[in-house]
């Protein structure tokens, strides 16, 4: 690919979850998302935001990045005194933006308060990479399913994104039968649900390419078409190479399991209070 | 239900996260409630809900007092009808402390869950609402932010129809910025040093105490293109600390917070 190439690029990298906070000893997915900045040592920002910009999230981003080919840093926007210029400025000389897991109802009325939300769009347009997992990831669409004032609910996104975005899908699966009525009921509209571990690329709003730092890991479509919901799965390219053949005999097995007890909370899942989940 | 008045204490800085050795303006807060055990409740919102803070706070609070503070960013670790409880934990206080940190972040995080409406009833009713920093602000129709840049002007709940400028001693250039911010037309309004609280009743300014001998506070205000200050008086509560029948015992000897002290609206 070009440099010209490059530079038409509006990438969104969409993680289920996964990546420095919750794979501590993986980093598959933070070095793919290195990979997608057109520069050989990129600008990587990160916004602990959805966290409250917890210290734990930015040591582990440090801790993932520092000794990357890469230069890293983070903005926080509760911490006083740190930075004495605009954010604008600071943001928008950034090759990737890389947004955190957390609270995606006060992600974004933070980012609104400080008008954030527009410098990451004008940021975007101009070819920055977005990145972010779980919350960060969610925040990019026209909704997701979030867990800000307790039980799951659906929540309007940016909407840099055509569709919705679920996270999480197996590790915490309260989450998938809030979004799937919330398409059948149109409050959402058709999107994706991404495992942890599992990022999706998109280039200019189209769907690009899915993948997984973990054997077994998955994302799906679904869409209301009359009614009816139609999904169809996406098998992720697993990164790092190919999986041990006692990974992926894993695999089906887990799979398997993972299919049976979705059918299981589908078939009751109108009708069931999350805590008993 | 008798009707209290309703009461906002503003600190310019001071107070358990600032002043370690000093008990003495919020020991003046807690007086305000007239309860014996003060139920206290603290919003560390604008730091982000700063686990370090929250300690700070129940070491200062939960010897004299029942205890409790709200993170916005855990209530996912919530039981459920979590929303209501939001509403009615608050409502139930003599005294809600909200922590310093960035104002603009806070506000947009309580108005994102409807706290902004919460705390308007509370302060109706007679709730005392109090805190130094980014928890005096808030409270004001217009305040000055230092944050990412030159600072600027942002506007609060505006249940006190005045501005305000925090820390007015402690960083040299605030008090320029906050003459040019009124001189340009910003409301009048109220500036303190760290140590000093300006305390509201209504929304009136009622009395301003300290808990350092020298501490200042100002009325700021435009008049004929020209920017005032008058310096306000100032009580220093150093001398009439032991009276106090609210004093809550200080850091050296508060416990650390137990199981039914820690007690929070979200278990975080």
Excluded at chain 1, 66 to 75: E, K, L, S, T
Excluded at chain 1, 245 to 253: E, H, K, Q, S
Excluded at chain 2, 89 to 116: E, K, P, T
Excluded at chain 2, 158 to 164: I, K, T
């Amino acid at each position: 690919m070009s440099a010209s190439d490059r530079d038409k690029r509006r990438l969104i990298f969409a993680m289920g979850g996964g990546g420095f906070t919750m794979e501590p000893t993986n980093p598959l997915l933070d070095d793919y998302v290195l990979t997608l900045a057109a520069a050989k040592e990129p600008r990587i920002l990160f916004l602990p935001t959805a966290s409250g910009d917890t210290t734990t999230q930015i040591n582990a981003f440090y801790a993932r990045f520092g000794g990357r080919a890469c230069i890293p840093r983070y903005v926080s926007l509760f911490r006083l005194g740190e930075e004495e210029r605009p954010l604008e400025e600071i943001v928008l000389e950034q090759d990737i933006v890389y947004v955190g897991g957390g609270s995606m109802r006060n992600l974004l009325a933070i980012w609104r308060a400080h008008k954030l939300d527009e410098i990451l769009l004008e940021a975007w347009r101009k070819g920055t990479v977005l990145a972010g997992i779980s919350a960060g990831a969610m925040c990019w669409f026209e909704g997701g399913v979030t867990c800000s004032s307790g039980a799951p609910e659906p929540l309007e996104g940016l909407g840099l994104l055509e569709g919705s975005f679920t996270v999480h899908a197996d590790g915490e699966p309260e989450r998938l039968p809030v979004w799937l009525s919330s398409l059948r009921s149109g409050e959402l509209p058709g999107g994706w649900a991404a495992d942890d571990g599992v990022g999706l690329l998109f280039n200019a709003g189209t769907l690009e390419r899915v993948v997984s730092s973990r054997p077994g890991a998955g994302a799906q479509r679904v869409d209301a078409i009359a009614g009816e919901l139609v999904r169809h799965r996406l098998e992720p390219d697993l990164l790092g190479g190919a999986p041990s053949t006692f990974g992926a005999v894993l695999d089906d097995d887990v799979r398997e399991l993972r299919r049976v007890q979705r059918l299981r909370r589908e078939m009751t899942g109108e009708s069931h209070r999350f805590e008993d989940v | 239900m008798r009707t209290r008045t309703p009461q906002i204490v503003a600190l310019g800085g001071g107070g358990f996260s600032m002043e370690k050795d000093s008990t003495l303006l919020d020991d003046y807060i807690l007086a305000l409630t007239k309860a014996r055990r003060p139920r206290v409740c603290f919003l560390p919102t604008a730091s982000g809900d700063a686990d370090h803070y929250v300690v700070r706070f129940y070491r200062r609070f939960s010897a004299g007092c029942e205890a409790s503070h709200i993170s916005m960013f855990r209530r996912d670790q919530g039981g459920r009808g979590v929303e209501d409880d939001l509403a009615s934990h608050l409502l139930g206080q003599d005294l809600i402390y909200v922590g310093g940190g960035n104002v603009v972040s806070m506000l947009g995080v309580w108005r994102a869950h409807g706290l902004d409406r919460v705390l308007r009833e509370a302060w109706q009713r007679g709730i005392v609402l109090c805190g130094p920093s980014a928890g005096s602000l808030c409270w004001f129709s217009e305040a000055l932010s230092a944050f990412h840049g030159p600072p600027r002007r942002v506007g609060g709940l505006g249940l006190l129809p005045y501005s305000n400028c925090v820390h007015y001693d402690a960083e040299p250039a605030r008090r320029a910025e906050y003459h040019t911010l009124v001189r340009e037309g910003m409301r009048a309004g109220y500036a303190a040093d760290d140590g000093v609280a300006l305390h509201f009743k209504g929304t009136k300014l009622d009395r301003v105490v300290s808990s350092r001998e020298r501490g200042g506070a100002f009325h700021v205000r435009r008049s004929a293109g020209q920017v005032r200050e008058t310096a306000l008086e100032v009580s220093y509560l150093g001398e009439r600390a032991a009276k106090s029948k609210h004093a809550v015992r200080t850091s050296a000897t508060a416990k650390q917070p137990g199981r039914s002290a820690a007690r929070a609206v979200v278990l975080a």
